[in-house]
């Protein structure tokens, strides 16, 4: 039972624009949501967090909204560039497991 | 880099056979976590240790095990292997217990590939 869902496998934005990844869950026992950046041949990257207490979180170009209420969080990049280009996991924390949802493919083209 | 290491990087193995992953955390981290990315199901979690105990399971199967020996090396054994068990292999490593709001962020390894002949 996925519990964490990327409806979107795959995403492509031109260079310049804004990147807007989602994420829906389904259990609200949920208090901490991440988002995992991954390369090729590497292991997820940490990339941005947030608290369930918060509905906004910004580092840099990454900005993470959590709608507790829709139970929907969405990782915004601006400006996009080709190096953004890697499959990004949205993660929900419960207790002290991660749970991941099957990832997003971004590909950011010039 | 994360700081984490996993060997080996590539594993391939018949069915009914056992392998042990081994995963070295960052230094300074007390809880490492199995995770398996399989090509249907995503990354799912499979077990943490803190300090050498078992702190929390997930899905993994009876077949599979796993410790943290005194040194903080973790070790998974998957036992009688089947096609299925082909994935990917991550480790994760973080300070020390997860679940609070200050929450300690898991680092991954760049993970082990097993696949089941």
């Known amino acids: 039972d996925q519990q964490v869902k990327q409806n979107s496998p795959s995403l492509s934005v031109q260079e310049g624009r804004i990147s807007i990844l989602n994420c829906d869950y389904t259990n609200s026992m949920f208090d901490y949501f991440l988002w995992y950046k991954k390369y090729p041949a590497e292991g997820p990257t940490f990339l941005i967090s947030?608290?369930?207490?918060?509905d906004k979180n910004e580092d840099g170009r990454f900005t993470v909204f959590l709608n507790k209420s829709a139970k929907h969080l969405s990782l915004h990049i601006v400006p996009s560039q080709p190096g953004d280009s890697a499959v990004y996991f949205c993660a929900a924390q419960s207790g002290y497991a991660l749970n991941f949802g099957k990832g997003t493919s971004l590909l950011v083209t010039p | 880099d994360s700081g984490v290491t996993q060997t080996p990087k590539h594993l391939i193995t018949a069915t009914g056979q056992r392998v042990t992953l081994r995963c070295s955390p960052r230094s300074g981290d007390l809880s490492v976590y199995w995770y398996q990315q399989s090509l249907d199901q995503g990354l799912q979690f499979l077990i943490q240790y803190y300090n050498g105990e078992e702190r929390a399971k997930g899905n993994i199967l009876e077949r599979f095990s796993a410790q943290q020996f005194p040194d903080l090396h973790s070790e998974l054994n998957l036992s009688s292997l089947e096609l299925g068990d082909s994935a990917l292999y991550f480790c994760a490593s973080s300070v020390g217990l997860a679940g609070t709001i200050l929450t300690d962020t898991q680092y991954f390894g760049p993970g082990t590939r097993l696949t089941v002949l």
């Open positions: 947030i608290s369930s207490i918060k």
